[in-house]
């Protein structure tokens, strides 16, 4: 629980014909993190990775890039997920797809027909996209049949003739101005230019001869002009036509709506399915690439890793009855200088707080965990901090809803629900102890005075800076006690003295010479003597050991300390600002008797601010106090994760054991 | 009802300790705001993470407010009931005023430490705890200030409407109030630090702890304004009682 889970080094030797299933049996167990043989040299022995059948990878691939053009569709057509809200409201839990139980044929072959099946949903989407098409172009010429449509000439006059040539279109009427110059420069005997303005933009049509030919179409090219074109087989006049795309349009937007339900429906149908599919397929090639990690002679095939010291028995039973004791397996204490992987170790009530460890760093193989200090001093910093029992009460709540709604289905999510819920817990107590429920609100309005009360911050600061103080203390000398052990540990004990026993001189001889100094108490002399002494050794150690930068290290100790008095200063922001908010409440409502509800909605509103921006205040300030004041004393972290060679399942759901 | 000289003084200082903190902590909502617009005007989906951040260097405000408040109630303020108040309380409230007020211009260090986390995290979501801890580093001025001007105004007694400090105890407080206000100033090398730590963590997450170390050292000289504004307390003889 104090240190990350006892790691072994792992060596194991197979038969060849056990591979498929013993990487299978591995997979499916994820107890073993594979290391790269060809890294490790053994006596200088080298093993090239068993061949694996290309082709076997590569019908793999096809098949998946087959799935994921499929999902690309459906995902657009899925329906929405649940939002957090409506996730709390109303919890789900999530239905998974059994895993595949079937050999890695009948996968590919389940597949195949999966993805044949699924050809009309590729079909029917190809189908609309040609139907927006349609529905799009009918769209515009409907809008330019509208601007036409109370000209009575027949459009066929706008398609090539063998004499002459004809354009129409349109210019915004800010650029009226450019027309004119444009007809003026242009505009003789063979060309004919008709305009009419329309609201804000000028209708035109130009004629010519086809010699002058070119000139029109410079027109159509000119940004400010925009040419109307019509297919060739469209006859009549433009409101005759109109009528009939009117007709067409209504038509392309009745399939388009038809093709989106389909495809919704394929999305209800298939998504699942397919995301299911996809998932197995991912665990079949991850199962052929990490054969590149292993090594191989003649007959036999080789694997190195780590495994959980807790797990080894199981694992060596697994690979006896997979390989009917065709296989040797070698285990040894892993070597703490090697790089070696990370779990944690801590009861599962614990775990949760292990995300507040890894936010800083993981802690390396042989450096002590700090979690288990971190969660009680997490919680008790952080209930001082906010230190209103009302606000708990909030806090406590949304951590349970959030823990029973998307908690159950997304272990992040569970987590963080969790620490709220027990942060929660935690300022109920000590804000009942600090008499804190939304501020003074209690006795303010309703005339009851909190009980259980200890310390009031408003009303004893510096009681409430003297206890934050002596946590400090507390704190910051766990600190130093873990370091202590940890360099006994490594046997480093000419630093343990250097960097944490010194701080058992100086801190007691400081404290004697401060009661000296500000004259709190009578002490003899022969004591004030001692701790002079100390405390010249203390400096001179700290000065010695680390040149000039001892003196930062004394001034660091002093602010690492004074430090902790912002729990002093968080816990009167929370009550100051709460007392403001139901002052400011009580002087809206005492205006006039209809104020009374703005008071009671600004009082809601302003404690839900308060809440909001002290809960973030004291998460911050308690994570900075463990970040910085305790974790400088004694961890440094920068562990690698533990990651097993373990199928991670999101749409489906296996429980091998069972199956077996 | 007479409104004596140190009901006026208490109201500049009430004035002193939220207008200073709120200008504080108005340009560091600004500078960790902009940082913030930039990475939602490329990654919407960053808005909650990039709110978080605006958020932090808001407390300052806070802690002037609340010192405000506090003058406030103290001088009967809040139950329109200011009255013929000392003056040497006026002073006191001045000089309380000034602690918390100046101390809050620790926020500008503190937006642009949390303006380089917005930009981090945005780029390495597991940034985040990080840089909200680097950002929170520049807020120690600030609790310094808050509370100096609380030991200020609770061993003078006026917390407790007790208004009998002396004239000359409360001028010294001004000067303690000085002290602890402009060594908060140091929070702004601090935010720059904090904001190349975070580059620097970003960027090799082991450079945390020796980041962390250069981002204290600016935290020294904070040190020496809070020792001399004890020590002024201390030399008034407000411990003593």
Redesign the interface.
């Known amino acids: 629980m104090f240190y990350p889970a006892r790691m072994s080094n792992v060596f194991i030797g197979i038969h060849q014909r056990w591979l498929g299933e013993l990487t299978t049996a591995l997979h499916q167990h994820g107890e073993l993190e594979v290391m790269d043989l060809r890294t490790v040299s053994r006596k200088e022995i080298s093993f090239p990775p068993p061949g694996v059948a290309r082709e076997k990878i590569d019908s793999i691939i096809n098949l998946q890039f087959k799935i994921d053009r499929v999902l690309e569709i459906l995902q657009i057509y899925k329906p929405d997920e649940p939002g957090l809200l409506s996730s709390i409201i109303k919890p789900e839990e999530r239905e998974y797809i059994p895993a595949y139980r079937g050999s890695h044929d009948d996968l590919l072959s389940e597949a195949e027909k999966k993805i044949q099946e699924s050809e009309i949903i590729l079909d029917t989407y190809e189908e609309l996209k040609m139907v927006r098409d349609l529905s799009r172009t009918c769209e515009g010429h409907i809008l330019d049949l509208e601007r036409l449509k109370e000209i009575k000439i027949d459009l066929a006059f706008l398609n090539p003739a063998p004499f002459t040539f004809c354009i129409a279109g349109y210019v915004p009427v800010k650029f009226a101005k450019l027309l004119e110059e444009w007809s003026v420069d242009n505009q003789n005997d063979e060309i004919l230019i008709f305009s009419e303005n329309r609201n804000d933009e000028i209708l035109v049509f130009c004629i010519s001869t086809i010699e002058y030919a070119a000139i029109l179409t410079e027109l159509s090219h000119i940004t400010w002009f925009t040419r109307i074109v019509f297919p060739d087989t469209f006859f009549g006049t433009a409101e005759e036509i109109l009528e009939k795309q009117q007709g067409y349009f209504k038509e392309f937007l009745a399939k388009e709506d038809e093709l989106t339900k389909k495809l919704q429906e394929f999305s209800l149908s298939y998504c699942t399915t397919l995301q299911a599919l996809r998932e197995e397929l991912s665990f079949r090639r991850e199962r052929f690439d990490i054969s590149r990690k292993f090594g191989s002679s003649r007959n036999a095939v080789y694997m190195r890793g780590y495994v959980r010291q807790k797990d080894e028995k199981t694992l060596k039973a697994l690979l006896r009855s997979i390989t009917q004791d065709e296989c040797f397996i070698q285990t040894e204490p892993a070597d703490p200088q090697d790089n070696v992987p990370v779990r944690y170790d801590n009861p599962s009530w614990l775990k949760p707080f292990e995300l ?1 460890t890894t ?3 993981r802690p390396r193989y042989n450096e002590i965990d700090p979690t288990p200090f971190f969660a009680p001093a997490y919680l008790l910093f952080f209930g001082l901090m906010l230190g209103d029992a009302g606000y708990g009460i909030i806090i406590a709540l949304a951590g349970w809803l959030l823990y029973r709604g998307p908690g159950k289905n997304d272990p992040s999510f569970r987590d963080m629900s969790y620490i709220l819920l027990c942060s929660g817990i935690a300022d109920i107590i000590l804000g009942t102890l600090q008499g804190g429920w939304f501020g003074d609100m209690l006795p303010r309005f309703f005339n009851i005075q909190p009980p259980f009360v200890l310390i009031e911050p ?1 009303n004893s ?2 009681l409430l ?1 003297q206890v934050a103080l002596i946590i400090g203390t507390v704190h910051i000398n766990l600190g130093i006690i873990l370091g202590l052990i940890e360099n006994i540990r490594a046997r480093m004990f000419k630093m343990a003295f250097q960097e944490q026993g010194i701080w058992f001189i100086l801190q007691p001889a400081a404290a004697v010479l401060l009661v000296q100094f ?3 108490m009578a002490l003899p002399s022969h004591v004030t003597t001692m701790a002079t002494a100390g405390a010249i050794i203390g400096v001179a150690v700290l000065f010695i050991s680390k040149g000039p930068m001892g003196f ?1 290290s004394l ?2 100790f ?2 690492d300390w ?2 902790y ?2 729990i ?2 968080l816990a ?2 929370t009550g ?2 709460a ?2 908010i139901n ?1 400011l409440s009580e002087m809206i409502a005492s205006v006039h008797p209809f104020m009374i509800i703005p008071a009671i909605i600004f009082c809601i509103a302003g404690q839900l601010f308060n809440l909001a ?1 002290q809960t ?2 004291s998460v ?2 308690a ?2 106090l463990h ?2 004041e305790f974790f ?1 004393r004694f961890y ?1 972290g ?1 562990g690698r994760e533990f990651v097993p060679f373990r199928e991670n399942r999101v749409y489906t759901h296996a429980n091998w054991e069972e199956m077996l | 009802m007479t409104i004596g000289t140190g009901a006026v003084l208490m109201a500049i200082g009430a004035g002193i300790a939220v207008g200073g903190a709120a200008i504080g902590s108005g340009i560091g909502v600004g500078i960790v705001g902009s940082a913030a617009s930039g990475v939602i005007s490329e990654r919407s989906e960053k808005f909650g993470m990039a709110l978080v951040f605006t958020a932090i260097p808001q407390t300052q405000a806070i802690y002037g407010l609340l010192i405000a408040i506090l003058i406030l109630q103290a001088g009967g303020f809040l139950g329109g009931t200011a009255g013929d108040i000392p003056t040497p309380v006026g002073i006191v409230a001045i000089g309380a005023g000034l602690a918390v007020g100046l101390a809050g211009f620790s926020a500008i260090g503190q937006g642009i430490a949390a303006a380089s986390g917005v930009a981090n995290t945005a780029e390495k979501p597991e940034m985040f705890g990080k840089g909200v801890v680097f950002s929170a580093v520049c807020e120690t001025q600030a609790i310094y200030g808050l509370l100096i001007a609380v030991l200020m105004l609770a061993l003078t007694g006026i917390l407790s409407s007790d208004f009998s400090v002396e004239m000359p105890v409360a001028i010294g407080l001004v000067g303690a109030g000085l002290a602890v206000g402009l060594a908060g100033f140091s929070a702004i090398g601090q935010g720059i630090t904090c904001s190349s730590g975070i580059a620097a963590t970003a960027r090799n997450p082991g450079a945390i702890g020796r980041s962390l170390v250069f981002a204290a050292m600016s935290e020294t000289f904070a040190i020496f304004g809070l020792l001399v504004a004890i020590l002024i307390l201390f030399g008034l003889g407000l411990f003593s009682g």
Request: hydrophobic share 55%.
């Open positions: 507040l936010t800083f760093s408003l600061p510096i800076f500000f004259g709190w930062f001034t660091g002093l602010g004074l430090s008095v912002r002093l200063a009167l922001a100051g600002i007392m403001t002052i921006i973030l205040g911050i300030h994570l900075r970040y910085i400088g440094s920068g």
